[in-house]
């Protein structure tokens, strides 16, 4: 049920601005804080801004948002993870101290020194996501990778002449899919709720992006008047989390070898 | 011993890099306190330079570094340059109620999780479900929108929070969640070593369960229960800061926040390093709690 839900959402967040009612930021003084019901089907907001056409056009924001910032912190951190492993065992030493230090802060408390230091945004909204959990990545790379090289076809890829550079990106690399694909999906529906608690904060997106967090950041201040405003994005984000969490655990059956036993 | 040493090495220098970084970050910040003020009032370039340099915004960044760790250790965290209040008593006041807020729904997860591993254990079904439960709610409910949901419903509809004290529903949605994350991987550990063949018979020689979980599963289970828990408290931090902004508490969240939109940079600088200094001491304490446990650590080095 969920899967089909996440697809239903993906669907949505793909076809929101075609779907919406009204302009997500066209105002109508006239009817502010309409609770939901009639012409607005989920209300309008303290400016009169149609609640359902600021969901379906901040789909697409939030998603893309989240879904740019796992990929990004996969590319950075399993990147950066096999790198290192190829640099030699000084290198390696070095980048991973760094990157175990960071890997010790709360991915909200990374994302927060990056974007005060970035300054509010939608791009560096995901450079800062991607930066927090790039270092979660590069360590479960680092593990896999040594997990693999213990077995004996990379053995038998040394024996037979290949350099340390083949064994790692020619044999090693494609074993290491399934655990980095597993994390991804994990980390996913963390991007969408830190991304939200960021927005909502004030140093995520910028006011004029009608991201999911920024909507329930605006409707905060009003609760008394319009809590429907607030609730529809934050159950928006709730839902999402919870289907991506399904995904995520259909994924990680799905990749793992075990499964077939 | 030899491990004890590399870990508060290690702890030690990690919080000396991260602290430098963030002190890198927030001085390359464009943009100072000097131009805040200039763009409010009217500031010439002369005057702003003479500023700068009374902040001592013009020295490097490792020459400020020094002296800032240094007036640091002897008690001295500058300057608020928004307020103009000494830095420290800020921090202090805003470390307490987030340390008040940590505490409780950090000791909230963990009795949780705890208890229900243990009627788990002692082969309660309600406590397998309630696993379950918490687990798929933490999993699935950010404590964000939790949190948004029970403003909603106790202060806006039904009027109690004020009346309760503001900490009661910040903890609890905490503690759940915490809860959750941690009651679901140390149950099934504990179900892992509860059938490891030594158990087994321990129970076949008819040893009861409470001795069979003080001695045959506790001293198994611990690592893996210390390393979790540690894990949960390092968390903590990000969690206590969505509620503390959430519920209006004035804790170190509310203290960064503020100091971060109004270029505030002394206070943001010293909260920060309190935040992860305090990370990086409980990852060492639960390191060195480990070694202690698991003699196998040792070795591994």
Redesign the interface.
Known sequence: MMRGLALAMLALALLGPWLAPFDPLDQDLLALNRAPGGVHLLGTDHLGRDVLSRLLAGAGTTLAVAALASLLALLLGGGAGLLLAGLGRGAEGLGF??ID?LR??????LA??AL??MGPGLSPLVLALALSFAPLFAHVARTARRREQAEEYVAAAIVSGAGPWRVLFRHIMPNLAGPLVTLTAIILPRCV?TE??LS????GAAPDAPTWGRM?ADA?RL??AA?HA??VP??A??LV??AC?ALGGAARRYVDPRRAL | MRRALAILVTGLAQGLAITFGLFLIFGAIPGDVVDVWASAGDLDAAQQAALRAELGLDQPAWRRFLAWVGAALAGDLGTSQRFGQPVGPMLWEAAEASLQLGALSGGLGLLLAFGLCTAQAAGSRMARLAVEAINLWSIALPTFCVGVAALLLFSVWLGWLPAIGGLLAPVIILGIDNAGQLAKPLSEEVAEVAALPHVMAARARGLSPLWLARWHILPLAAPVAVSLSGLMLAGLLGGTLTMELLFGLPGMGALVLNGIQGRDQPVVLAGLVAAALAIVLVNALTALVLAALDPRHTSRD
């Open positions: 101290a760094v230090t010790g802060l709360p991915p909200l408390l927060l020194i005060a230091a709720v939200s608690v909502f904060l004030g140093l329930a905060a609760a008394e809590p607030l609730l934050v159950a984000i709730a989390t919870g969490a």
